[in-house]
């Protein structure tokens, strides 16, 4: 772990870091600007989308290898590293995606996907792919027949956690901007592949993608979703009109769905902390064990009567031990974390709920 960390941390000063602020009003640019002198920050003066977001910091990138990454992501040191390993290796490696889980540290399937054809959309608006999560036939929209535990080339990677080479982006561009948000990592996947480069998805290293936190699942993110998903088929499936009618009016039912759900689910509040044990890194802990109180935590006297436990960075846990810890806790109880030196505990236990972001003073 130990080379690991130096030949990330020399990895870290051969690269520039971009952080794009779509107009958030948390005041959050300014207090990391405080912070991190080294990155450099772009303010939006209004929310552009995804797409335009990124491609705003691609313009001004000069690096090699271009990282993707969403804001609700914790990778482990050397995930970059990894990556960059594996793609130097394969020549004709366009992009790379890696293993991703929820905060509860389940697998996140979108982690590897297949070209969302016809037959591929129909079986997942259906629930034919939820029903046969395996299969090659009715699952070829998340590659449920491939291991989530083996690298194998993938037709389509989250935009999540991206790796591409900066040659690649240079034939192929960046994102769609008509995509406000959704399906424009689809798009550029496929872009890659026909451009003749090949994306990856490689097991060698797993980070946490807190799904549900880019928007909140509420009605807007079903409008955006579902026209994101139309505006694709529109750009790249031709085929008979009747079917292309019948594949927009099953999208338009799975939405009404989706709606439904959420007016049943939208009243749920997220589980009420108490009983909270620590563990990591002592001198976090010991930071950490006074200010409990002050957003409605107790100490357990261990991690059986406790109904959370909050990991710790530093000494004791790296980024990367404490993701194989959710994995092996995540039966047990609600999983949080601290990283050492900041002022918060985040987790979630739903891929599809928010989660807890904690200020602490």
């Given at each position: 772990?130990?080379?690991?960390?130096?030949?990330?941390?020399?990895?870290?000063?051969?690269?520039?870091?971009?952080?794009?602020?779509?107009?958030?009003?948390?005041?959050?640019?300014?207090?990391?600007?405080?912070?991190?002198?080294?990155?450099?920050?772009?303010?939006?003066?209004?929310?552009?989308?995804?797409?335009?977001?990124?491609?705003?910091?691609?313009?001004?990138?000069?690096?090699?290898?271009?990282?993707f990454l969403n804001p609700d992501t914790i990778i482990a040191e050397d995930s970059i590293a990894?990556?960059?390993?594996?793609?130097?290796?394969?020549?004709?490696a366009g992009a790379v995606g890696v293993r991703m889980i929820d905060g509860h540290g389940d697998?996140?399937?979108?982690?590897?996907?297949?070209?969302?054809?016809?037959?591929?959309?129909?079986?997942?608006?259906?629930?034919?792919?939820?029903?046969?999560?395996?299969?090659?036939?009715?699952?070829?929209?998340?590659?449920?027949?491939?291991?989530?535990?083996?690298?194998?080339?993938?037709?389509?990677?989250?935009?999540?956690?991206?790796?591409?080479?900066?040659?690649?982006?240079?034939?192929?561009?960046?994102?769609?901007?008509?995509?406000?948000?959704?399906?424009?990592?689809?798009?550029?996947?496929?872009?890659?592949?026909?451009?003749?480069?090949?994306?990856?998805?490689?097991?060698?290293?797993?980070?946490?993608?807190?799904?549900?936190?880019?928007?909140?699942?509420?009605?807007?993110?079903?409008?955006?979703?579902?026209?994101?998903?139309?505006?694709?088929?529109?750009?790249?499936?031709?085929?008979?009109?009747?079917?292309?009618?019948?594949?927009?009016?099953?999208?338009?039912?799975?939405?009404?769905?989706?709606?439904?759900?959420?007016?049943?689910?939208?009243?749920?509040?997220?589980?009420?902390?108490?009983?909270?044990?620590?563990?990591?890194?002592?001198?976090?802990?010991?930071?950490?064990?006074?200010?409990?109180?002050?957003?409605?935590?107790?100490?357990?006297?261990?991690?059986?009567?406790?109904?959370?436990?909050?990991?710790?960075?530093?000494?004791?846990?790296?980024?990367?031990?404490?993701?194989?810890?959710?994995?092996?806790?995540?039966?047990?109880?609600?999983?949080?974390?601290?990283?050492?030196?900041?002022?918060?505990?985040?987790?979630?236990?739903?891929?599809?709920?928010?989660?807890?972001?904690?200020?602490?003073?």
């Amino acid at each position: 772990m130990e080379k690991a960390i130096a030949a990330n941390d020399q990895l870290i000063h051969n690269t520039e870091i971009f952080v794009v602020d779509n107009h958030s009003t948390d005041e959050s640019i300014e207090y990391l600007q405080n912070k991190f002198q080294r990155i450099k920050f772009i303010d939006n003066e209004e929310n552009t989308g995804f797409a335009k977001a990124n491609n705003l910091a691609l313009s001004k990138a000069i690096g090699k290898y271009i990282l993707f990454l969403n804001p609700d992501t914790i990778i482990a040191e050397d995930s970059i590293a990894t990556c960059i390993s594996f793609m130097e290796s394969k020549l004709r490696a366009g992009a790379v995606g890696v293993r991703m889980i929820d905060g509860h540290g389940d697998f996140l399937k979108e982690s590897k996907r297949g070209f969302p054809s016809p037959w591929a959309a129909f079986c997942k608006l259906s629930g034919l792919t939820a029903a046969f999560s395996h299969s090659r036939l009715f699952a070829s929209y998340y590659l449920g027949h491939l291991s989530e535990h083996e690298n194998n080339p993938v037709a389509i990677l989250s935009g999540a956690f991206m790796v591409i080479r900066k040659e690649v982006l240079d034939k192929t561009g960046g994102f769609d901007e008509q995509f406000f948000m959704y399906a424009e990592d689809i798009d550029l996947s496929y872009r890659i592949q026909q451009a003749g480069f090949v994306n990856y998805y490689i097991a060698d290293t797993t980070i946490i993608h807190f799904k549900g936190e880019s928007t909140k699942k509420n009605l807007q993110y079903v409008k955006l979703f579902y026209k994101a998903m139309d505006q694709f088929m529109r750009k790249h499936i031709n085929g008979p009109s009747l079917f292309l009618f019948f594949m927009k009016m099953a999208v338009w039912f799975r939405s009404r769905l989706a709606s439904v759900a959420y007016l049943f689910h939208r009243k749920d509040k997220n589980k009420k902390y108490h009983q909270s044990f620590l563990e990591g890194d002592k001198k976090n802990i010991d930071q950490l064990k006074p200010l409990l109180p002050t957003i409605g935590r107790t100490i357990a006297p261990n991690a059986e009567e406790s109904d959370e436990i909050i990991l710790c960075e530093g000494d004791r846990f790296s980024f990367k031990e404490i993701i194989e810890q959710i994995q092996q806790k995540k039966q047990l109880v609600s999983i949080k974390i601290h990283a050492a030196n900041s002022h918060s505990i985040v987790g979630s236990d739903y891929k599809d709920r928010n989660g807890e972001s904690i200020a602490i003073d």
